[in-house]
Nanobody
Framework: QAQLVESGGGSVQPGGSLRLSCAAPGRIFSSAVMGWFRQAPGKEREFVALIRWGVQRTLYADSVKGRFTISRGDAANTVSLQMDALKAEDTAVYYC???????????????WGQGTQVTVAP
């Protein structure tokens, strides 16, 4: 059951930017790990970025490093993903997730959003 709510997806041209946001119900504890994952048609869900809530430690997939930035959102209990210099291969459904382990394995995350579509095309 989805308990996180993503927003901010859409269509953009290559080289453009989008900002995704994820809202969690209630407080996000400092020990929590918030992550962004994505899934393209016919492919497995893959890790994009993580943030350890309290210390704001971050981790990025090599494919997005230097282009995407995960951060605590302006509103309480939100996490954002700023995506710059978007490429066609970034096209996917993007999911927000919450867990307790510092891991890129999506199976370890027990709370998910419904996903938001990001399409990068001319």
């Amino acid at each position: 059951q989805a308990q996180l709510v993503e927003s901010g997806g859409g269509s953009v041209q290559p080289g453009g930017s989008l900002r995704l946001s994820c809202a969690a119900p209630g407080r996000i504890f400092s020990s929590a790990v918030m992550g962004w994952f994505r899934q393209a048609p016919g492919k497995e869900r893959e890790f994009v970025a993580l943030i350890r809530w309290g210390v704001q430690r971050t981790l990025y997939a090599d494919s997005v490093k230097g282009r995407f930035t995960i951060s605590r959102g302006d509103a309480a209990n939100t996490v954002s993903l700023q995506m710059d210099a978007l490429k066609a291969e970034d096209t996917a459904v993007y999911y927000c997730a919450r867990g307790s382990q510092w891991t890129t394995d999506h199976l370890a995350y027990n709370t998910w959003g419904q996903g938001t579509q990001v399409t990068v095309a001319p």
